[in-house]
């Protein structure tokens, strides 16, 4: 099977919740997203899709995602899409680093060695365990209060994981950590996510300041050392994301016991292949994990799910149905929330069937 034509449609994908804010006033109201078609000889279409967290999140930009396939596309001509660590050595040769541009070109090629094989992705992946995978519900940084009132109100919704965005004032932000917290259950998990926004002193006031919270502290400095300084200064549960963007990094924060639990998702890492290494490995070294990506809509989240449903359950600690955040759906067949948690498609492949209708035309296409 050889590849015949790569196409790139770009997607505007609004917000229920109309925006969405994270640490140090950084905001997003309708999220880019670019949806990959890779067409082969015989007929079979894969699928995949890139959606950055804005351009100020990780190293990656809706724009660059389109310049890349642009640019990495001729490279994959003729290419067997099946053969998919073949598939990754030739981008990798063609395109030093990028990883988001790749995510959606890998994503696309497993969602035909899917349909070709018959067989959904998570079972490619290593296997379906059980039912259904838990989800986190992100919360967008407001005031305390109104923060402590969306949790509430996911909660009646199913959700039981709950990812407060933090990083902003480092009082507002203890307060928020306290607000949320008396309104969980029993069971109930919370993460406070800086997203890099603390610097060393204002992280350490706010891990003391709710040391008697049950409360996982995530990503709070901007670097690897910063983090792992603040690290070894609590007790709190700790996570580390945006830093562990490689193997590489992965087997360093291990070494040095810098988390108790990694965030891993799909573009940073660089699609389905690469982050299927780091999900085994940390398998293999009993990590837990959350799985998911920077954002997107029916396409990543399928593709989350096919990843999330293939990993242990006591080393998955949570999973993201982005395509419920979302006012626009583009594809048929992707998982739907239910109580809080998600299931992958059986179908073959990824199970999507995109929305043409919704895509429009193609502004990238390699042939
Ligand atoms: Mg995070």
């Known amino acids: 099977m050889k590849i015949t034509r790569i196409s790139a449609y770009r997607v505007e994908l609004p917000l229920h919740e109309g925006s969405y804010k994270w640490s140090g006033g950084k905001s997003v109201t309708v999220f880019d997203s670019t949806i990959v078609a890779v067409e082969t000889d015989a007929g079979i279409t894969g699928h995949g899709e890139v959606c950055p967290l804005g351009p100020f999140y990780l ?3 809706a724009n660059g995602v389109r310049a890349g396939i642009a640019e990495l596309g001729p490279h994959l001509l003729g290419e067997d899409p099946t ?16 990883p988001y541009v790749k995510s959606g070109l890998d994503m696309a090629c497993w969602d035909i060695l899917g349909q070709t094989t018959g067989q959904p992705v998570c079972v490619l992946l290593g296997g379906r365990y059980g039912d259904d995978v838990p989800l986190y519900r992100a919360i967008s940084q ?3 209060d109104a923060m402590a009132g969306r949790v509430a109100g996911y909660r009646a919704e199913g959700y039981r994981r709950f990812q407060l965005k933090v990083g902003g004032d480092p009082d507002v932000d203890i307060a928020r950590i306290r607000a949320v917290s008396a309104v969980l259950h029993p069971g109930d998990r919370l993460v406070a996510d800086a997203n890099t926004g603390w610097l060393m002193h204002e992280a350490m006031r706010v891990v003391r300041a709710v040391r008697d919270v049950d409360v996982y502290i995530e990503q709070p400095c901007r ?9 070894r200064h609590t007790d709190h549960p700790f996570v580390m994301d945006e830093n562990i963007d490689s193997l590489e990094m992965l087997l360093r924060g291990h070494a040095d016991q810098a988390f108790d639990v990694v965030n891993l998702k799909i573009s ?3 699609g389905l292949t690469k982050i299927k290494q ?6 293999a070294l009993g ?5 998911e990506d920077s954002w997107g809509g029916d396409i990543v989240t399928a593709a989350i799910a096919h990843v999330a449903h293939s990993t242990p359950p006591e080393l998955l600690f949570s999973t993201t149905d982005f395509n419920s955040y979302v006012t626009v759906s583009t594809a048929d067949g992707a998982p739907q929330r239910v109580n809080g948690r998600m299931a992958a498609s059986t179908a073959p492949g990824l199970g999507v069937r995109p929305r043409m209708d919704v895509l429009g035309g193609p502004v ?3 042939e």
């Open 278 to 283: 780091a999900r085994d490995l940390c398998v």
């Open 142 to 144: 407001e005031a305390p």
């Open 83 to 98: 053969q998919l660590g073949k598939l990754n050595r030739t981008m990798d040769a063609a395109l030093l680093g990028h």
């Open 287 to 291: 990590v837990a994990m959350t799985l």
């Open 268 to 270: 940073k890492l660089g």
């Open 223 to 231: 670097t690897y050392d910063e983090c792992l300084s603040v690290r």
């Open 59 to 61: 190293p990656a930009y």
């Open 364 to 366: 990238v296409v390699v």
